[in-house]
């Protein structure tokens, strides 16, 4: 009877100290990959902010470029909320649209993505290439 209640004991503890373990594993790597896919969309989002960012400087925009960098534009709130700087430059920004918060918002949105502040110069980030549509008859 007494070899009955140990071995029951022992089952108990065993079973409850692998649920622990397991528990304490599934939330730790579930938290770390919730934190790769946060930063794999900060980076995305960096990628098509710099993809559109010569709507601010062309002249001539077509609705789709238009809608493109609204669209990214509008995706900075969410995915920057805990990022002060980012949303500080991004106000800025949204009220005057000048080559400085231009700057200011690539440099906070660089730095909150991970990345090193200069890995993009500030001439590069300024200076876009465009190429007009050609006409083929």
């Known amino acids: 009877m007494h070899d009955l209640i140990v071995n029951l004991v022992s089952g108990l503890i065993g079973a409850l100290v692998g649920v622990m373990g397991s528990l304490f594993v599934y939330s730790h790597g579930y938290l770390r990959i919730e ?3 946060r930063r794999k ?13 010569y709507v601010l ?6 609705s789709d470029e238009a809608r493109d960098f ?11 909320a805990e990022h002060k700087p980012v949303i500080a430059a991004y106000d800025a920004l949204s009220v005057g649209i000048s080559d400085d918060n231009l700057m200011r918002f ?19 980030l300024t200076r876009v290439m465009t190429v007009g549509a050609s006409s083929t008859t």
């Not at 980076?43 to 559109?52: E, F, G, K, Q, W």
């Not at 660089?110 to 500030?122: D, F, N, P």
């Open 35 to 37: 934190a790769i896919e």
């Open 41 to 53: 969309q900060k980076i995305s989002l960096l990628d098509d902010l710099m993809a559109v960012r």
């Open 57 to 62: 400087q062309n002249k001539i925009i077509t």
């Open 70 to 80: 609204n669209r990214a534009m509008a995706r900075v709130p969410h995915v920057f």
């Open 106 to 124: 690539f440099e906070s949105v660089i730095i909150a993505c991970g990345l090193q502040k200069y890995s993009v110069s500030k001439s590069h």
